[in-house]
T-cell receptor, first 112, second 114 residues
Framework: SQQGEEDPQALSIQEGENATMNCSYK?????LQWYRQNSGRGLVHLILIRSNEREKHSGRLRVTLDTSKKSSSLLITASRAADTASYFCATDGDYGNNRLAFGKGNQVVVIP | NAGVTQTPKFQVLKTGQSMTLQCAQD?????MSWYRQDPGMGLRLIHYSVGAGITDQGEVPNGYNVSRSTTEDFPLRLLSAAPSQTSVYFC?????????????FGPGTRLTVT
């Protein structure tokens, strides 16, 4: 089955630095979403990028999508301690938005 | 709005016991889903529903049942708990409005089966 998969990174950065994480997937998609999960909490939607978009911004977040490489990246600029979380990408693929395929997640630790 | 609520937050079961995880949403969302999250595995879809009376299987449905008698509620039943069902369970919902793909997640239920 189609699966969004992040590069298995655990990222540790200083406050103020930028954090970049990647996601790759296997089948064609209509859109790709990024979610954040703070420790012990549910996931929170961050941003969605459609297959016909190459880049999207939301506040300190920048998402890129390369459908030819089946990959996406999430950049968090000027990181803050509150950005410490796990970040997941999710794709719709063959089954649409009712059956999202989530990646394994990237853990980001921002050191104050 | 309370959003998506789940009960209980924690549960310990013995192998073979059954239980129901509750999920409710007050956003009038048509779509609801259940996921399980295991270390290093991301989230995997168990069952989902596109509206009251309509449910379908996800990626890992075995050992679980669901029903959707109302728009608000989407309970997940474990028929005979097994240690392999030890996990964190998340319920999510989303609107059926055109172009609305964001899923709203509950806080999760941490289940341990001994």
């Amino acid at each position: 089955s189609q699966q969004g998969e992040e590069d298995p990174q655990a990222l540790s950065i200083q406050e103020g630095e930028n954090a970049t994480m990647n996601c790759s997937y296997k089948t064609s998609i209509n859109n790709l979403q990024w979610y954040r999960q703070n420790s012990g909490r549910g996931l929170v939607h961050l941003i969605l990028i459609r297959s016909n978009e190459r880049e999207k911004h939301s506040g300190r977040l920048r998402v890129t999508l390369d459908t030819s490489k089946k990959s996406s990246s999430l950049l968090i600029t000027a990181s803050r301690a509150a950005d410490t979380a796990s970040y997941f990408c999710a794709t719709d693929g063959d089954y649409g938005n009712n059956r999202l395929a989530f990646g394994k997640g990237n853990q980001v630790v921002v050191i104050p | 709005n309370a959003g998506v609520t789940q009960t209980p937050k924690f549960q310990v079961l013995k192998t073979g016991q059954s239980m129901t995880l509750q999920c409710a949403q007050d956003m009038n969302h048509e779509y609801m889903s259940w996921y399980r999250q295991d270390p290093g595995m991301g989230l995997r879809l168990i069952h989902y529903s596109v509206g009251a009376g309509i449910t379908d299987q996800g990626e890992v449905p075995n050992g679980y049942n669901v029903s959707r008698s109302t728009t608000e509620d989407f309970p997940l039943r474990l028929l005979s708990a097994a240690p392999s069902q030890t996990s964190v369970y998340f319920c999510a919902s989303r609107s059926d409005r055109e172009g609305s793909y964001e899923q709203y997640f509950g806080p999760g239920t941490r289940l341990t089966v001994t």
